[in-house]
């Protein structure tokens, strides 16, 4: 079974090339848990500061402490103990257009049927939430902690579209947690970093054939869900040029989460015959419908560089 697993899995990454993540961030002014989806890897809304200048400066010149998101040295810039959040709310459009697919297992030439053709709205709803604070323990020292999910996902699609061999369910909840130092050097310098603690939570699911001519009523669902911790890191600073020209720039990490979970095969008895019969002509043997699986999500680095300058 575990072989089988680990060919079902391979098969949904090579075919989902995008992993569609879900994150959980957690709305500190209540402790209330919220889900961050959103359409694309990275759930660019951390900061409501950010999300009305567009982002512009990547931190350097956001005017609060959600800045820490972008660059760790730039809560050097804030004195005092500081509270900041905020949450965001996003309805995203998407439509699959053209969709078709062959079957498993036959020549290539076999087209699978399903509905609907064009499943609409694959994308949820995105809603999500981030957290700061900062304490300045004394002049030129602040310590700060950042609560949030910077990388968020989820797609559904039905159980009986024609994508359905793709997949039918790719979702990821998480939790990051960055304790984060800013130190100035001298007036002008300043340098920052943070560790970026991420738990998280993987869910896949996928339709499997079990006859070169697949039906709806023959299919056999596929289940996996797993969990994982690994820790990455951000550094930055911040250089204060003129009064009114500051540079700033960051780095932070890219995350390697392997994760170790387990997988169900569910259908009817007869489905699940007919899926040992198809899985021992590819040269796999299914000896249980539950096993162990195994699969890698990294986050990709980011390298971000911002210039602010005061004209008037």
């Not at 890897?41 to 800045?67: K, M, P, R």
């Not at 959040?85 to 996003?90: E, H, I, R, Y």
């Not at 990821?172 to 939570?201: K, V």
């Amino acid at each position: 079974m575990e072989n089988n697993v680990r060919y079902l899995s391979k098969k949904i990454k090579m075919k989902n090339n995008k992993l569609k993540l879900t994150a959980i961030s957690i709305f500190l002014m209540g402790l209330y848990p919220t889900i961050s989806a959103a359409n694309g890897y990275h759930f660019l809304h951390q900061s409501a500061e950010g999300l009305g200048s567009a982002y512009a400066t990547n931190g350097t010149g956001a005017n609060d402490i959600s800045a820490m998101f972008s660059n760790p040295a730039s809560i050097i810039r804030f004195d005092g103990t500081r509270f900041s959040t905020g949450a965001v709310l996003d309805f995203p459009k998407s439509t699959l257009y053209n969709a078709s697919a062959t079957a498993p297992y036959s020549d290539g030439t076999v087209a699978v049927s399903g509905t609907p053709e064009t499943p609409t709205q694959p994308i949820d709803t995105a809603y999500g939430a981030a957290t700061y604070f900062t304490h300045e323990y004394r002049p030129g020292l602040v310590f700060g902690v950042a609560v949030g999910a910077p990388f968020a996902y989820v797609s559904e699609y039905p159980d009986t579209a024609v994508s359905r061999y793709t997949a039918t369910k790719t979702a990821l909840t998480a939790l990051d947690i960055s304790p984060t130092i800013a130190y100035r050097i001298n007036p002008q310098w300043a340098i920052g970093g943070s560790l970026n603690l991420q738990h998280y939570t993987a869910g896949l699911e996928t339709m499997v054939a079990t006859s070169t001519h697949p039906t709806v009523d023959t299919d056999v669902k596929s289940s996996i869900k797993a969990k994982n911790f690994a820790v990455g890191f951000s550094l930055g600073f911040e250089y204060q040029a003129t009064p009114a020209t500051r540079i700033g720039g960051s780095f932070r990490s890219s995350i390697k989460h392997s994760f170790h979970g387990t997988s169900e095969l569910t259908g009817t008895p007869a489905n699940y015959a007919s899926l040992i019969a198809a899985a021992q002509a590819q040269n796999i043997t299914i000896t249980s419908p539950n096993g162990n699986v195994d699969f890698d999500i990294a986050t990709p680095y980011m390298l971000q560089f911002g210039l602010l300058h005061k004209l008037t």
